[in-house]
């Protein structure tokens, strides 16, 4: 009898000692869902899902679950019970903590969401942004006043997580305090007034990693509404410029005896580093009628269809301007249906008729701001939106955007620039091929660079896709091949193609070269240059192409659709296999001790 309610009682406490280890594996599973729901939320998995509750409620629940699972009576009959009592208090302590904190978040979260349904009336987006603010300020209010946790009964594992909950509120406390900051200043750009001027990229006459701009606007913005002005042609703004805009002497000395750098708006993205750009742009427009602007925005093609996705078409002149054919129009059927210079007006005028029905979509009709938001980060991911201001507030939430177009020290990128005033970048392929060749001096490695232009024959044409360029055939590409390096380059020498300059644009090296392709051809730029031996990678930027430019770094093919880290290429085999197969007397030696 004895022996047999010791057994039942030794059950019935191995199911207690399963349940209990239950409760806490499904606290931690709730816990870790809810950890791993957190790190995924992001702008694309916001606007991918049903609206912003169908990603944080499921956060917010996981959470409850876990706090009402640690209340559970059966944890709490080991609360008496020394050490392993310590253990169950803490373990409620912190699902309590987070209990509070998903409690305060529900509850930011309902004026945000009715902020968003608003978004579209008077005043929408200022309250939106004001919204965001208490929301926040709630947040931080939660988080500054939680307490840090006695862990000194703790053991091992649960002293770790305690640690760890008490570091990421203190990180979580930093992140909520800029998220606070980069909304004051979105909500002070709101209520203005605030002047943008709107530089519109043509992707069929490519710059460095941008468009050529050869249309200008400025909106203006204030209490949160938006006017926009008529989008003119840059052509004519350089001759109504009182003086030279104010250029950083590196560039002037690469780019103003050629493009009339600082004065002729269309060449001034021949640099990639619109920090510098952006600050040249302001200044032409502070000495043309256009007069001091607060924000230089730059927005290309691809971008105008990443708008028209939140928007909806536009109609211009009766027809439907829609995300899927923006770029063909603007690019294409634009010059064939209006390519005759008699005809250039016209086109100019349908071009600006285009960019201002866009802009007044965007700022007048009820537009979901996060799947406007997403667009455009996604179109400053590939470098279709750039942007600028002298303000460092602003520029700090330009950078925090990633729109910033700033180079760095690792920064690489290849620009087939139009020098033919064609418009044939629509239609051109461009590839860059990078291998390492023998030959450094010790701690650094040499690589070649080979730039590869493919000029198609186009077919239907007209001539402003081919070019008015009286100094160039018609149909032969003339390029400017850029070649922005890495700050560390040094003994860059032309292998093929013919030399401009080389120079520094920023912390980079640039190396500029001549090409000129005839049509139904291709034809190479070649360089070679040295690296610091621990130079291991590059971050190679977008060129913002319609066909994007592949890369072929050893095996490595990519193309620069958004910025990508790369490491540079080994020593290719065939070196070490020539090197094998002519053994230098030391190898030789070592070698035949091997064998022996």
């Known amino acids: 009898m004895l022996r047999n309610a010791i057994r039942g009682a030794l059950a019935i406490l191995g199911l207690y000692v399963l349940a209990v280890g239950y409760q806490l594996w499904s606290i931690h599973h709730d816990l870790t869902r809810a950890e791993t729901a957190v790190s995924g939320l992001t702008l694309e998995s916001i606007d991918g899902a049903d609206g912003i509750r169908a990603i944080v409620d499921p956060v917010l629940g996981s959470i409850d679950d876990a706090a009402a699972t640690a209340d559970s009576p059966l944890l709490g009959a080991l609360t008496p019970i020394p050490v392993a009592g310590d253990q169950i208090d803490g373990v409620r302590s912190l699902t309590g903590r987070l209990e509070e904190i998903s409690t305060t978040t529900n509850l930011a979260l309902v004026g945000v969401e009715a902020a968003l349904d608003a978004a579209g009336d008077d005043g929408g987006k200022v309250a939106l942004t004001s919204a965001g603010l208490d929301a926040v300020g709630l947040l931080r209010d939660e988080v500054s006043l939680a307490s840090t946790i006695d862990t000194s009964t703790f053991l091992g594992p649960l002293r770790r997580a305690a640690d760890r909950f008490d570091g990421e509120l203190l990180d979580a406390d930093q992140d909520l305090a800029e998220l606070e900051q980069r909304l004051a200043v979105a909500r002070d750009l709101l209520v203005g007034p605030t002047r943008i001027l709107v530089l519109a990229a043509n992707n069929a006459e490519i710059r460095a990693g941008m468009g050529m701009h050869l249309s200008a606007g400025v909106v203006t913005i204030t209490d949160g509404d938006f006017d926009t002005s008529d989008f003119v042609s840059t052509t004519p703004l350089g001759k109504q410029a009182e003086g030279r805009a104010e250029v950083p002497s590196e560039l002037e000395r690469m780019y103003r005896r050629i493009w009339d750098f600082g004065r002729e708006w269309r060449t001034t993205s021949t640099s990639p580093n619109f920090p510098a750009v952006g600050a040249i742009f302001a200044d032409l427009a502070r000495r043309t009628p256009i007069g001091d602007v607060d924000l230089i925005l730059s927005i290309d093609a691809p971008a105008l269809g990443d708008l028209l996705e939140a928007t909806g078409p536009v109609e211009v002149e009766g027809r439907a301007i829609t995300a899927d054919n923006a770029v063909d129009v603007l690019l294409r059927d634009n010059y064939l249906e209006l390519g005759d210079p008699s005809q250039s007006p016209e086109r100019r005028e349908l071009q600006s008729e285009v960019a201002t029905a866009i802009f007044d979509a965007v700022t007048q009709r009820d537009v979901d701001v996060i799947e406007l938001a997403t667009g455009l980060a996604d179109a400053a991911d590939g470098r279709h939106v750039l942007a600028w201001s002298a303000d460092p507030a602003v520029q700090e939430l330009i950078e925090a955007l990633g729109a910033d177009g700033a180079l760095t020290d690792r920064s690489m990128l290849v620009s087939f620039q139009n020098a033919t005033a064609s418009k044939r970048d629509y239609y051109i392929d461009t590839r860059v091929r990078l291998e390492p060749v023998e030959g450094a001096a010790p701690g650094s490695r040499r690589f070649r660079a080979t730039a590869t232009l493919e000029n198609p024959v186009v077919d239907p044409t007209a001539p402003y896709v081919d070019s008015l360029n009286r100094l160039v055939p018609v149909g032969v590409h003339r390029a400017f091949v850029t070649f922005t390096l890495p700050g560390g380059v040094t003994d860059i020498e032309v292998l093929a193609a013919d030399l401009s300059t080389i120079g520094t644009d920023g912390p980079t090296t640039v190396a500029n070269l001549w090409l000129r392709v005839p049509e139904g051809t291709s ?18 930027l977008p060129s913002a192409r319609i066909r994007p430019t592949t890369y072929e770094f050893g095996p490595v093919t990519f ?35 091997f064998f022996m």
Not at 523 to 540: G, R
Not at 565 to 571: D, M, R
């Open 523 to 540: 034809d190479d730029a070649t360089i070679e240059f040295t690296v610091p031996s621990d130079l291991q990678s590059v971050e190679v």
């Open 559 to 593: 193309t620069d659709q958004v910025a990508r880290s790369v490491a540079l290429p080994s020593v290719p085999t065939m070196l070490s296999e020539r090197r094998a197969q002519q053994p230098q007397l030391p190898e030789a030696g070592a070698l035949i001790v």
